[in-house]
T-cell receptor
Framework: EAGVAQSPRYKIIEKRQSVAFWCNPI?????LYWYQQILGQGPKLLIQ????????DSQLPKDRFSAERLKGVDSTLKIQPAKLEDSAVYLC??????????????FGPGTRLTVT | QKEVEQNSGPLSVPEGAIASLNCTYS??????FFWYRQYSGKSPELIMS????GDKEDGRFTAQLNKASQYVSLLIRDSQPSDSATYLC???????????FGTGTSLTVIP
């Protein structure tokens, strides 16, 4: 079974530029998550999709970040314009329901963003 | 506010010893609990999941859950230098299928 795919793996941009990240979840996983992880911290949820609907985007800086999951499979996360503090690793994860109480979540390799 | 707390460490143990990692959580509706291992520069890797009170063993890893005390732990027996990593505790809230992470405990196994 293929894992969560993400691209690009690394990106360097200047502040005020825009950037987009792509994620393809594990086949059949209905729930997709985007996290931001700053060095030394745990992953912070940015947005969660269930199929193609948003479940939680309460911590997404909506003035500059946007995300979509068309057709309930692939997802794109965009930052426009980028700020220095957006330098972080952006992790995509997906999860499936396996009986009612179990939701195992798997991460992709992440995209390391550096804003200069 | 749903909180997951871990001792950030660093925790150092000699090779062959038992490493003990601890995690507490605040939300009593949490039902599923996970440990992830994250090597420097890599993404988190799921290594253990536990859903019921008690112990769950998988090779050198044992997860322990006590829902009454809102406490979950990970024991690593016969620690190896390759176990040196940051270990993240995560809890799952079934409503909405949401995950909450601790800040991680850095483990160093000294040869």
């Amino acid at each position: 079974e293929a894992g969560v795919a993400q691209s690009p793996r690394y990106k360097i941009i200047e502040k005020r530029q825009s950037v987009a990240f792509w994620c393809n979840p594990i086949s059949g996983h209905a729930t997709l998550y985007w996290y931001q992880q700053i060095l030394g911290q745990g992953p912070k949820l940015l947005i969660q999709f269930q199929n193609n609907g948003v479940v939680d985007d309460s911590q997404l800086p909506k003035d500059r970040f946007s995300a979509e999951r068309l057709k309930g499979v692939d997802s794109t996360l965009k930052i426009q314009p980028a700020k220095l503090e957006d330098s972080a690793v952006y992790l995509c994860a997906s999860s499936s329901l396996r009986d009612r109480a179990v939701h195992e979540q798997y991460f992709g390799p992440g995209t390391r963003l550096t804003v200069t | 506010q749903k909180e997951v707390e871990q001792n950030s460490g660093p925790l150092s143990v000699p090779e062959g010893a038992i490493a003990s990692l601890n995690c507490t959580y605040s939300d009593r509706v949490s039902q599923s609990f996970f440990w992830y291992r994250q090597y420097s520069g890599k993404s988190p890797e799921l290594i253990m999941s536990i859903y019921s009170n008690g112990d769950k063993e998988d090779g050198r890893f044992t997860a322990q859950l006590n829902k009454a005390s809102q406490y979950v732990s990970l024991l690593i027996r016969d620690s190896q230098p390759s176990d040196s990593a940051t270990y993240l505790c995560a809890v799952n809230i079934p409503t909405g299928n949401q995950f909450y992470f601790g800040t991680g405990t850095s483990l160093t196994v000294i040869p």
